[in-house]
């Protein structure tokens, strides 16, 4: 009989192990993942919409949709001690468990305290979610192909959060019926991983976060991951909002929505693939400032050609979308193999502080400017992104041209292993070793 125990560490991915072997391996877990981001992105918006319907204003769900930024936030913390407690399968069990409950509590309560207190619920089983998706990915894949394991995941976040976005069709927003689809969409996730014959990561050790170490590490790297979080999490939170602002129907809200989250997914996997052949920090560069003009381009199309807000989604969504994996790749480029855990927990923390922030601010952005505030908003932080970008390449030259910068073929990844480090401790101590006069980035 195959082993199927949680606990079983497996073989370190070789480092001439193919893209196809590493999906093949998780394909069980990037099911379950899609089927919660298919319930996730679906029930986001239906809440942004339900809100509408019960007369809450922009400030008000402002404050409830960045209660579950900071249980994203909280997630990042201490959920990787769940993680650790009880294993990678039982917490994801536990987690989707949560989230399926919390669902149908919307619609028994509709109550703004009570929803803060539901969504900062939510959010933190999301982070738990998170953490064991990219530990179980990690541990099968190498450093040469990071980018484009993580540009596969994000496809997989991305493709079932916008087909999710299609689901708001399906029943009135004001009844229960569509509370109910997303609790039992969020309870079939459960199936794929609980049956699959792989085995997962062993626990990661519980060792304590050091942003400053990691700020050290990689600048662009934290500051992204902020900037992303700033961004995305503005973008499902109050989207809802501006389209209603617009005129849009409850069809056109879902299409809009749609439009920008595929959009994300079409440039995943190219930019993905690109950034592990050059210099990161100039395809994020460019990324960031181009996501910048597509953002002052919505605003201007949703004054004068609002039929044409469709296709400045796609294109919105597919720069923007791409900012977190770029940085998470290149920080964790230059993070020492013992640190990954940290590292990927430091991200997920700081990205999650920027999503705390961004509903907030952007409340406030459309409160003054109106419906187009929301993406005004966005324009400055990824203009701003782009600049510091910029400053960084001027501080440190291509590492990819160091000596010191050899790849190191182990397997990478935000949530690793324990033992996958520890079988190849010598081989990577003296690399670590070599790669400590360029980690600064």
């Not at 207190?117 to 099968?140: D, K, P, Q, Y």
């Not at 993580?150 to 087909?163: D, K, R, V």
């Not at 990824?382 to 440190?396: E, Q, T």
Request: aromatic share 10%.
């Amino acid at each position: 009989m195959t082993n199927t125990s949680e606990h079983t560490n497996p073989e370190p991915a070789p480092e001439s192990s193919s893209l196809l072997v590493t999906v093949r391996s998780v394909y069980s877990l990037l099911l379950s993942y899609g089927l919660l981001l298919l319930a996730n992105g679906f029930f986001g918006t239906l809440l942004g919409v339900r809100s509408q319907i019960e007369g809450f204003s922009t400030s008000i769900v402002g404050l409830i949709m960045a209660a579950y930024f900071l249980g994203l936030l909280q997630g990042a913390l201490r959920a990787g001690m769940v993680v650790a407690a009880v294993g990678h399968i039982r917490a994801f069990a536990a987690f989707a468990s949560v989230m399926s409950v919390t669902a149908l509590l919307h619609v028994i309560v509709v109550d703004q305290i009570v929803w803060c207190i539901l969504r900062f619920a939510s959010g933190f089983c999301m982070a738990g979610m998170i953490v064991v998706t990219e530990s179980w990915l990690n541990a099968r894949s190498t450093k040469r192909t990071r980018g484009q394991v993580m540009a596969l995941y994000m496809i997989t976040n991305y493709f079932s959060a916008g087909c999710g976005q299609f689901l708001l069709t399906l029943a009135d927003p004001a009844r229960f019926q569509l509370f109910s689809i997303a609790s039992i969409i969020f309870s079939l996730a459960l199936v794929p991983v609980l049956l699959t014959r792989s085995t997962a990561p062993k626990p990661p050790n519980r060792d304590p976060l050091n942003l400053r170490e990691l700020w050290r590490t990689s600048p662009l790297g934290v500051f992204g991951s902020f900037c992303a979080g700033l961004i995305n999490a503005s973008f499902y939170s109050l989207t809802p909002v501006f389209a209603f602002g617009l005129g849009l129907s409850i069809s056109g809200t879902s299409a809009f929505m749609a439009s920008v989250i595929f959009g994300g997914l079409l440039l995943q996997y190219p930019v993905g693939h690109l950034s592990d052949r050059i210099d990161r920090r100039t395809v994020l560069t460019m990324v960031a400032l181009a996501t910048a003009v597509a953002c002052v381009g919505i605003v201007v199309i949703s004054e004068w050609r609002p039929a044409w807000i469709y296709l400045a989604g796609v294109i919105y969504g597919g720069l923007s979308f791409t900012i977190y994996s770029l940085c998470a790749a290149h920080a964790n480029d230059f993070s020492s193999p013992e640190n990954l855990v940290q590292t990927a927990s430091g991200l997920l923390t700081t990205y999650g502080c920027g999503a705390f922030i961004g509903p907030i601010v952007a409340a406030s952005f459309m409160s003054y400017l109106g419906p187009q505030g929301l993406f005004t908003m966005s324009a400055f932080v990824s203009g701003f992104l782009g600049a510091f970008a910029i400053f960084r390449m001027r501080r440190r030259h291509d590492p990819s041209k160091a000596k010191q910068s050899r790849i190191i073929s182990v397997p990478g990844g935000q949530f690793s292993s324990g033992e996958i480090y520890a079988s190849m401790r010598n081989a990577q101590d003296r690399d670590v070793a070599r790669m400590s006069g360029v980690r600064r980035r």
